[in-house]
Structure formats: C-alpha cells, structure tokens
C-alpha cells in the first residue's frame, strides 16, 4: 500500500546546518549522539485520540515533571534504518514490521498503539525532509528512532491520558566491517533483564535501565557486551543487551533461543531465520543451556556465535566469559556462516544483492 506522507506535514527549520557542517557529520558520525535538522511528531489523548501530526525542526521537548514517563517508565520504542543505494535513492528494511512491533510494545505497558499508516508515513516524511542526511558511505545509514511516552502530570501508577510519539533520525557509520574480529562478551550470573509474564518481549525503556549495571561490569571484565540468561534457571541463554543471539553446529546447523516471551522479537533474527531457510539451511529454535555453548566452544561442536539486531546487523563473538569459564570462539574472527548471513543480509540492505523476499522499501 503506498504511503501518504502528507499526513505528517513539513515545517521546514528556519536554521538548520550549513551544508558543510552536515557533510563533516555525515562524513564521521558518532553512533547516536548526532541528529538530523528535523523530527517527526504526533501527540495522543485520551478523547481526541491521535492528533498534531507534522515534521518540525528538531527541538527540545517540553515535559511537565510530574510526566508518567519520569516516575513509571511509560515508553516503548523502536529502532530501524534507511539505506542509501549506489544509484542514490532510500530505502528502508521491512518499517511494517517496526510498525506492528510497536503496537506491541506499546500494548503491554499501556499505551495506544500508533496506526501502522502514522508509522510508516511518519519515518518516510523525516527520510524525504532530511534525506541529505543519509550517508553514503559503505555501511553507513540514517538510524531512526521512533518512540511513544507517557506526558500526563500524574503521580498515579496508572495509564498516562496524554502521549507523545516521536522519530528522531541519526546519521550512522558501520559497526563492523566484513571479517571483522569478533567481541567478547560477559555472562552475568544472578542478574536477567527479563522474566516470565514481564516486559522482556516489549522494546520498552525500563527493560534497558536493568541491562545497564551489568554491562559497566562486562566492561570491568574487559568485555564489550552482556549476555543475559533465564531468570529462572540462571541456565539458558536469552539475548544481549540490545541484540538476539545465535549459534551455528559443528555440522552447521543453526540454533537460536525460542521466543518465550522474555526475549525481544528482533526484525533481524526473524529476516536471518527466513533467509538461511529459504537457502536450505536448518534452523532451530529451542532452549540452549549456556553450557552446551561454553562446553561446545571448547570441543568444536559450536562452531560460531554471533549477534544480530539492526544497530550492527551481525557481530561475530570471539569469547564467552563469566566468573567460572572463559572460553574462544574458532580463531576470533567471523566465521563462514555468521560472515555470509551478513554479506548478503548487508547486500539486500543496500540494493547489492537481490531481495527476492520483498523487504525494501523505496522512499526517495
Ligand atoms: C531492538 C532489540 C533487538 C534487535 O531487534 P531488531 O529488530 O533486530 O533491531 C534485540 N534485543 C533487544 C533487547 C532489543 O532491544
């Protein structure tokens, strides 16, 4: 279905960067700490439902203190990207997937969901506004961050009756290049991001707050990122802080945790299962005890590990440490499954490698 972007009219920036200096932050972003001219907006209230849609120059937001979002953590949110082609047009990867996500999340901590036509016509309006924002460099995009708020004065624990959605868009460089050397990562014992009937499957603020203590102690141990596990079992693996992980058998099998409910629905993870499937290879989903991946690195019977969500798309992991093992991945470096996933996942990603599955989005 086309989109119409003239639900989310432009107000242009009265001043908005100099050429040169958009082209010396496009040129050298830092990941997230950098934003475009303009953002998208709408707010919700309880009787007029949505309203206020348009592109306005970015802008600090004016929140009341008493705000459910300060007290209660009432926001959810999303994160997708759009990718410049070498012929210079944009394209996003399956928005209709963020769109439906969000629904979701916003759903379980009680707040309206943003029809998916807002959502989709709301990040293609910011595309075309700020579309000399989008780099070109190899590996490079424009990261988009939709979110949803709570923004009534209300000291309650109850559902706020005024929201706020927002998309900013943030230049972004690649992660990791091709081969690249994998990333340690921490295994913290007695401390899960999520439980069962909890808010672990919503891409919900409050769920990184509690990721954020353990990952300064990966960082203690030397280590990059953290993997979470069960918090009943303290057993079975569940994802990174920001990513879903997967794992590939000796006979190249690949296994990846099964959505219990405590684990995010990564677009990533679900367009990795498509595509290795639609290649023939299996893929299973079903618990996986941390031992079988550190007794299994030693042994050769789990040949790679990698992490997948859409900020760096596909992470090779070199080791797994914790306070009572530390072990190595192969040689340290991407193996041939997690560095082929990747190439053509970034191939379809940039126009590169056909999209026989229907997953781009043109948008300028
Ligand atoms: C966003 C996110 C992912 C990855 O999801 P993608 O849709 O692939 O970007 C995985 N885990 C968590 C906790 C996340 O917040």
């Known amino acids: 279905m086309p989109v119409d972007t003239a639900r989310f009219p432009l107000t242009q920036h009265q001043n908005p960067a100099t050429p040169e200096a958009r082209a010396a932050i496009v040129a050298a972003p830092i990941f997230g700490k950098v934003f475009t001219d303009h953002m998208a907006r709408a707010t919700w209230s309880h009787d007029a439902g949505w309203a206020d849609r348009g592109i306005v120059p970015l802008a600090p937001l004016p929140i009341h203190p008493g705000a459910t979002v300060l007290h209660y953590a009432q926001e959810v949110f999303e994160g997708l990207k759009a990718y410049r082609w070498a012929d210079g047009s944009i394209h996003l990867f399956r928005p209709e997937k963020n769109a439906a996500r969000l629904a979701a999340s916003a759903d379980r901590v009680a707040l309206p969901a943003l029809p998916e036509q807002d959502f989709l016509a709301s990040v293609e309006a910011l595309v075309v506004a700020d579309q000399a924002w989008v780099p070109d460099a190899a590996g490079a995009s424009l990261y988009l961050r939709p979110f949803v708020f709570g923004s009534e004065p209300n000291l309650l624990v109850e559902p706020s009756g005024t929201v706020e959605y927002v998309v900013t868009a943030s230049p972004v460089k690649a992660y990791l290049t091709s081969g690249a050397q994998g990333v340690s990562i921490w295994v ?52 990174f802080g920001s990513m879903n992980v997967m794992a590939v058998t000796r006979d190249g099998t690949v296994i990846t945790p099964r959505l219990s409910g405590t684990i995010l629905r990564g677009i990533t993870r679900l367009s990795i299962i498509e595509l290795l499937r639609a290649e023939g290879r299996e893929v299973i989903e079903r618990d996986i005890d941390i031992a079988e991946l550190v007794d299994g690195a030693a042994s050769g019977d789990i040949a790679e590990v990698f992490a997948c969500g859409t900020a760096a798309v596909v992470s090779p992991v070199a080791r797994l440490v914790s306070q009572t093992f530390d072990v190595t991945l192969g040689d340290g470096m991407a193996g041939p499954v997690t560095a082929g996933v990747r190439d053509r996942l970034v191939g379809i990603h940039y126009g590169t490698v056909e999209d026989t599955l229907g997953w781009m989005r043109r948008v300028v």
Do not use: W
């Open 188 to 239: 913290p014992q007695g401390q899960s991001r999520a439980f069962e009937g909890g808010t672990g499957e919503a891409k919900t603020g409050g769920n990184y707050a509690a990721s954020l203590l353990p990952t300064s102690q990966a960082h203690e141990h030397g280590c990059d990122q953290v993997l979470f596990l069960d918090a009943k079992h303290g057993r079975y693996i569940e994802e």
